[in-house]
């Protein structure tokens, strides 16, 4: 997107710098500065000055920063209120019927990588793949993981149940010499040798792995080799003999993703081969998408890492899908890391103003015409929610604040346009979003009001033109 207006590119840049940061927040941030500078606005048209204005910014924010912390619901991070924190997040990019489908998917991809041991959460782990076609409501999670080819030899076998999965990073295919050389034979016998000589290094790696799958398979299993290099059709033919499936030149990424699914160890070397370093798998089979092969690794028994299979009819449908499960997964993520929630549908918002409007009644400072411009600036959000959802902005702002009055933290229902007990209806917002919005907003607006203050300080350091 080209933007030419200067106020604007900074109003993109903080956007965007939320959403790199904290995954949320964008649209609110560009409705609370946009809001904020025309309240200024009309201070400044009173002939109030700007740095009056940002001093009571800065209160504002240091009184709004304590009303958050106060509203932070310290809440088991279980499934009912990661599954809260999913649906308000996608509920704002996606129609009510996505929304029910993909709530319980995000939910569950946040907790499969979750560890208890580790607060942190690492989102690579889970692996957003697309396949254009069916519907939207196809979209699907794979407790396991999806591999974007196939197998490459047309005899091995398509479809494995109870497999031993080896994870390795080993080539296993001939490679040149680095050197240019030159074998000169007489006979046919010669070069029969030079050809096997050449190969043994890499024959010897495939019969080391084709005597760890007979030792293991004696049960009737099955198994499967994913290599992150090469693997040669003459190794490729050997397996395919073997009754095995392998896979070659996976991503590292799916590497690291496979060993914390199924198990196992990813080995660098066939010389540690045993079958302690072996993943386990119920099912690994591969389907055919047009000319695109996927392989699905499924049924694995306690994983660490999962795929979200995203579906849909044509690549924007896929598009805006991926965009709004990368934000409901860092809702997650933000939930689980802060240890609690804030209560949404513009709760927060409205208590803060209301905190804010109280805290203006005692200060005796001019500063107190920033402090009431924030909390009517506030308001911002819960008016575009009775906007967005077909009600009257004025009349549901003012039965949220009777409401707010008489103590009760209530938001707005976008169904009905009446108050609703947030908590209760299992809407909540991100402690640290909230936090960023509060932050980043007033930076910008402080800097947009003092920018004639910024000129003017430049001239004057500026050096003085030679006669």
Do not use: W
């Not at 030899?153 to 398509?158: E, I, L």
């Not at 199924?262 to 370093?277: A, I, K, M, Y």
């Not at 072996?278 to 795929?307: D, I, M, N, W």
């Not at 579906?311 to 802060?338: F, M």
């Amino acid at each position: 997107m080209q933007i030419q207006l200067p106020t604007a590119q900074m109003l993109s840049r903080t956007a965007t710098a939320v959403d790199d940061e904290v995954g949320d927040g964008t649209s609110s941030i560009i409705l609370f500065i946009g809001e904020l500078c025309h309240i200024a606005e009309r201070y400044l048209n009173e002939r109030v000055h700007p740095r009056i204005l940002v001093d009571g910014f800065q209160l504002a924010l240091r009184k709004a920063l304590e009303v958050l912390d106060s509203m932070k619901l310290a809440l088991p991070m279980n499934r009912e209120t990661l599954l809260g924190v999913a649906r308000t997040a996608l509920g704002t990019k996606l129609n009510p019927e996505l929304t029910n489908v993909m709530a319980p998917i995000v939910t569950d991809a946040v907790q499969i990588v979750h560890r208890p041991e580790n607060r942190d959460l690492d989102l690579h782990m889970v692996e957003i793949m697309h396949m254009q076609h069916r519907l939207a409501t196809d979209t699907q999670l794979v407790r396991g993981l999806v591999l974007d080819h196939g197998c490459r030899h047309p005899d091995m076998p398509r479809r494995l149940t109870r497999c031993h999965i080896l994870i390795c990073n080993v080539s296993l295919e001939y490679e040149k010499s680095e050197v240019n050389s030159t074998f000169a034979f007489s006979s046919a016998e010669q070069r029969e040798k030079l050809v096997e000589a050449e190969r043994k290094v890499t024959d010897d790696r495939v019969r080391k792995i084709i005597a760890l799958k007979r030792k293991v398979c004696e049960d009737g299993s099955t198994f499967v080799v994913i290599n992150q290099k090469g693997i040669d059709p003459l190794s490729l033919d050997s397996f395919a003999k073997e009754g095995m499936m392998g896979l070659r030149r996976a991503k590292k990424r799916n590497m690291e993703r496979l060993a914390l699914a199924c198990g196992g160890v990813c080995c660098n070397s066939v010389d540690e081969l045993t079958p302690e370093v072996l993943g386990y798998a119920g099912l690994v089979y591969e389907q055919t998408l047009g000319e695109e092969k996927y392989t699905f690794v499924e049924e694995v028994r306690e994983p660490h890492s999962c795929t979200i299979l995203v579906k849909g009819p044509n690549a924007h449908t896929i598009g805006q899908l991926k965009d709004a499960l990368r934000d409901g997964l860092r809702a997650c993520r933000n939930a689980v890391v802060d240890g609690g929630v804030v209560l949404g549908a513009g709760a927060f918002e409205l208590a803060c103003s209301e905190a804010l409007m109280t805290y203006a009644r005692t200060l005796t400072t001019t500063a107190v015409s920033g402090v009431k411009a924030v909390a009517e600036a506030l308001l911002i959000i819960p008016k575009v929610l009775a906007i967005n959802s077909g009600f009257d902005p004025i009349e549901c702002l003012v039965k949220l604040q009777e409401e707010h009055a008489q103590g009760n933290k209530v938001g707005l229902d976008v169904v009905t346009g009446e108050p609703i007990d947030p908590q209760s209806g299992a809407i909540f917002d991100n402690y640290v979003v909230k936090r960023q919005i509060l932050n980043s907003a007033i930076v910008m607006t402080s800097q947009l009001l003092l920018v004639d203050e910024v000129l003017k300080a430049g001239k004057a350091g500026a050096p003085a033109p030679q006669q």
